[in-house]
């Protein structure tokens, strides 16, 4: 027995004179072969497997005792791929059906991952304990990574063409039980490499753990919290022991801001920051207000934002210079009322007043008088009038102050302590993030327009390190979205519900000025997260922003959006909003969805603005895409998830989806599992038997699938990526545009390759039987509609085969019976080609429908074969009627591949049965028209 014969460092054997080159024969003075090396080695491979396979002595001059059964050696795959060498070790060792592999594998695939490590750090590789005080920063996507390849080379690289009869499989669990191994283990062993059970078991001086076999990993693993959180839900062993065991607690610390104790004690003096209330106003009436330069009269669909607190006085009715007043009034009394006195001390208010304001301007005497606190007033030139974002701006740049807030003369602050309980969140924030005290915002709790971050107050630490309170391209839409979503991608933002105000003409309605919208969620936003990153001088940002999009045209369906709306995560830093997308006319739906979401929205507000639901709805039906383009595009987030209407989605799947977001870095498309019930009848067996909902699936069955249903799908938010979109040439019930989804973001992240879509298994959703599994011929012909466009729409992802059976009957059976004048000899030779198409079809199934009807009579069972033919079938035809519809010739033979190139031999497969399929038909078409071919060629 030698040891690694192919580690890439050395040869290593028990007996290391067997290296040495035979003694010449008969006095023989030609020059001896060398001594056997590393490079001589891997450079002839072959010939060394031949010389340790063949050799009859351990070394010179100590031949093997006659009972000598075997030469054996341990392998690692990873020995092979340095050198390249890796076809031998598959042809030479795996394939030889004369070499008995005995694999040595792990269950517990984190504890291998760690001891690679150990060894990696340490050089000690066997016979040395690892120190005690030796930890390690495990990243998710390098560990995920490892565990790929860990499971591919046991489960598929290590699989000889006979694995049953020369494979043994022995766990290293049950190996370091010396007990168990000897009594349940050894003997089996001995038995399969033909020796004697007699001989007693001997431990290699080499076989030492060399960890303390009682450690806990949690100890080991410096980030063990995240880790564990990332693959919590997966299936890797040691998290899954875990869960069996019910050791995981659910994180119940608050997030930050949402821990609203009443404020009993005044701060003292030192614990108070200073504050800078920005508050610009305005007497002129609407017709007086200078329109911006540039101007539009179409409304984006996103960036919204409410700076409705900016109203003109001129609202008002009767006495306009009063009412003006009386607005500013009702402003600095709740302002009076809810600081505290010692607090007031220390907050000033930046007035900004119209250059030609005829109210104001005289009136700064009265002002200084009315406001309860230090005053500044600043001129805002004709150049800024109704560029509300730049004014706020111009007004913070005169601010000195510490904590910076907006607000209008129409705002009534409704909570006395507010200043406090808004320090006390940015403290919160620093301690829980570790992020500088400053680096953050903080969201005050609109009531006119609940869930918007309308009134976000922001720190001086952030003028200092961006110079500005916004970038330069905001004219007057988007700031306060624009900040808040700047730190949620830190964990640095935070809803203070506590603090309660109200806008006593503005909120959730029309400006009262011309919007400008930039698209500050894309360039703007990235280039201001990295430059925060840098200048906090982090790595990795922590911060999950994921939205949830769900188009809803059934009616009566609240209990499943319910269940949807109340999705959690267990951990803080994630920033969830839902998009309820209506796509129903019918104003009762539209009712019963707002009076849910408002039900929902108002529990959720005395806890956090955050899981906040947003409904959607423009009056028409049109489409699910339409609607899942509305709440993609209004959404902010990184991550969009969609879900359909109908799906019942597990408690964790939100964790499942993040954990998969931080193990696959370089994905674009999560496709989490859509799963279909237990069979209820004959045609639900039959969708089962046919395998209709592969796709459904296919998160169990591929890493990295092709595609996936939009059902339950995450994918990378339109900020990143808004020129694609779901394709309204595809049916508004669904078929083909998932498909074609996944193929743009596939060809929007070129460099991503594989990579760009990954399987998170652990993100269920339970999805119901089409028509309450009852017949559901039409939505199948509605899906055959759908993807007969990706033909159209991606040429490059099909092939051509040969004609199926109703192309064949279509294009070849019925013009021949036509031109022939034969129509009764079409019909018989049409039927015997379908009847011959389905006693293919029924063949084929006729396997799975055994299986799935077991103990079921045989009649029963070819009925269900046929039957999930008939899926298939039906399908077929309606993709040759798309082609009729749409005069498109170039889709004739033309199929869509399915696996995007992942499964060439299933490609292969299908030609391979198109020729034989086309040959019987052909033959039969021949049969039919014999009188015909006759006379033609008589």
């Known amino acids: 027995m030698h040891n690694e014969l192919f580690n890439p460092i050395d040869i290593f054997t028990y007996y290391p004179k ?23 080695r891997d450079l002839f491979p072959n010939d060394f497997l031949e010389f340790i396979w063949s050799g009859k002595s351990c070394g010179v001059n100590e031949p093997i005792r006659s009972s000598f059964k075997a030469v054996g050696f341990k392998s690692f795959p990873e020995h092979w791929l340095d050198v390249r060498n890796e076809h031998i070790w598959q042809d030479a060792i795996l394939e030889d059906l004369r070499v008995r592999k005995v694999i040595l594998f792990r269950k517990d695939e984190l504890a291998v991952y760690v001891s690679m490590l150990r060894a990696d750090e340490t050089g000690r ?83 030492v ?54 404020v009993e004690d005044v701060p003292s003096d030192e614990e108070c920051g200073t504050w800078s209330v920005l508050l610009p106003i305005c007497s002129r009436t609407v017709s007086q207000q200078a329109k911006p330069r540039h101007s539009t009269n179409q409304e984006a669909s996103f960036n919204t934002n409410r700076f409705s607190e900016l109203t003109q006085s001129s609202q008002y009715h009767g006495s306009f210079d009063e009412a003006c007043w009386d607005l500013l009034a009702g402003f600095c009394t709740s302002l009076k009322e809810t600081v505290p006195p010692i607090q007031m001390e220390k907050f000033e208010c930046i007035v900004g007043i119209d250059i030609d304001d ?106 200092n390190q961006f110079g500005s309170l916004l970038p330069k391209q905001f004219v007057n839409q988007g700031g306060d979205p624009f900040l808040y979503e700047l730190y949620s991608r830190f964990e640095a933002s935070a809803w ?131 609607a899942r383009n509305t709440g993609y595009n209004y959404s902010t987030a990184d991550w969009i998830l969609f879900l359909d209407d109908d799906v019942i989605p597990e408690d964790n799947i939100l964790d499942a989806y993040i954990g998969g977001i931080k193990r696959f870095p370089d994905a674009k498309v999560l496709a989490g599992m859509t799963t279909l019930p237990e069979a209820t009848n004959t045609w639900t067996t039959m969708l089962r038997v046919c395998n209709v909902g592969y796709f459904y699936g296919v998160s169990k069955l591929r890493r990295h699938p092709p595609w996936a249903v939009t059902a339950n799908l995450l994918v990378r938010g339109s900020r990143f990526n808004p020129t694609i979109q779901f394709k309204d040439c595809y049916p508004k019930t669904g078929g083909g545009e998932d498909i074609d989804l996944v193929y743009q973001y596939k060809n929007f992240y070129p460099t991503s390759g594989l990579l760009a879509t990954a399987a998170v298994p652990e993100a269920v959703v339970k999805h119901p039987w089409w028509n309450g599994g009852n017949l559901c011929y039409k939505q199948i012909r509605g899906w055959a509609w759908g993807d007969s466009m990706c033909i159209l729409e991606w040429p490059s992802k099909t092939f051509l085969t040969f004609p199926n059976w109703i192309e064949h009957v279509t294009f070849i059976v019925l013009p021949l019976a036509i031109y022939t004048k034969q129509p009764a000899v079409g019909l018989l030779v049409g039927s015997c080609v379908v009847v011959l198409e389905h006693l293919i079809k029924m063949t084929r199934y006729l396997p799975s429908a055994l299986k799935q009807c077991e103990g079921d009579g045989i009649l029963y069972q070819l009925y269900v074969a046929l039957g999930a033919g008939t899926v298939l079938s039906a399908q077929e035809i309606t993709r040759v009627n798309a ?51 006759q006379e033609w060629f008589g």
């Open 18 to 40: 067997s290296l040495n080159p035979p003694p010449p024969e008969n006095d023989d003075e030609s020059q001896p072969p060398p001594r056997w090396t590393p490079l001589i």
């Open 125 to 207: 590789y066997m016979t040395h304990n690892y120190p005690e005080n030796l930890t390690f920063h495990i990243d998710p996507a390098k560990f995920q990574n490892f565990l790929d390849r860990y499971r591919h080379t046991f489960r598929q690289k290590y699989k000889s063409p006979i694995v049953q009869r020369d494979t043994f499989w022995i766990n290293y669990e049950d190996l370091c039980d010396l007990e168990y191994f000897r009594l349940n283990i050894y003997p089996h062993l001995c038995k399969f490499l033909g020796v004697s059970q007699s001989a007693n078991m001997k431990t290699l001086r080499e076989t």
């Open 209 to 262: 753990k060399q960890a303390n076999p009682e450690e806990d990993l949690s100890t080991v693993i410096e980030n063990y919290e995240e880790l564990e959180y990332c693959f919590r839900y997966s299936d890797v062993t040691h998290f899954a022991n875990r869960r069996e065991q019910e050791v995981i607690k659910a994180t119940t610390s608050p997030p930050p801001g949402t821990n609203h104790q009443p």
């Open 358 to 463: 005829k109210v104001y301007q005289p009136a700064k005497e009265r002002l200084t008088a009315m406001i309860p606190c230090k005053v500044v007033f600043v001129d805002i030139q004709p150049t800024m009038y109704g560029k509300l974002c730049r004014i706020w701006n111009h007004l913070a740049s005169r601010s000195s102050n510490d904590y910076i807030v907006l607000f209008g003369d129409d705002v009534r602050l409704l909570d006395c302590g507010w200043p406090q309980k808004i320090e006390e969140c940015f403290r919160n924030i620093s301690k829980t993030t570790g992020l500088p005290l400053g680096a953050a915002c903080v969201a005050m709790n609109d009531l006119s327009f609940p869930g918007f971050p309308t009134f976000p107050v922001i720190h001086r630490w952030h003028l």
């Open 496 to 626: 203070e519900v506590s603090c309660r105000l109200e806008n006593t003409i503005g909120g959730d309605g029309d400006a009262r000025y011309q919007k400008y919208h930039i698209n500050w969620r894309g360039h703007i936003l990235n280039m201001h997260i990295r430059k925060l990153k840098n200048f906090i001088e982090i790595r990795k940002i922590n911060g999950i922003c994921l939205d949830v999009v769900v188009p809803s045209y059934r009616t009566n369906n609240n209990d499943y959006l319910r269940r949807i709306a109340l999705l959690r995560a267990s951990r803080n830093g994630v920033y969830v909003k839902f998009w309820f997308v209506v796509d129903n006319p019918c104003k009762k739906h539209v009712d019963e969805v707002k009076g849910l979401a408002n039900e929902l929205n108002a529990k959720q507000l005395e806890q956090s603005g955050n899981y906040f639901i947003n409904v959607i709805h423009y009056g028409a039906n049109r489409g699910a895409s339409y």
């Open 883 to 933: 082609i009729l519809q749409r005069f498109s010739l170039y889709s004739i033979c033309r199929r869509v591949d399915w696996f995007d190139g992942q499964e060439p031999r299933i490609k292969l497969d299908i030609q391979f049965g198109s020729i034989i399929r086309f040959v019987l038909n052909a033959g039969i078409t021949c049969i039919g028209f014999g009188s015909y071919w």
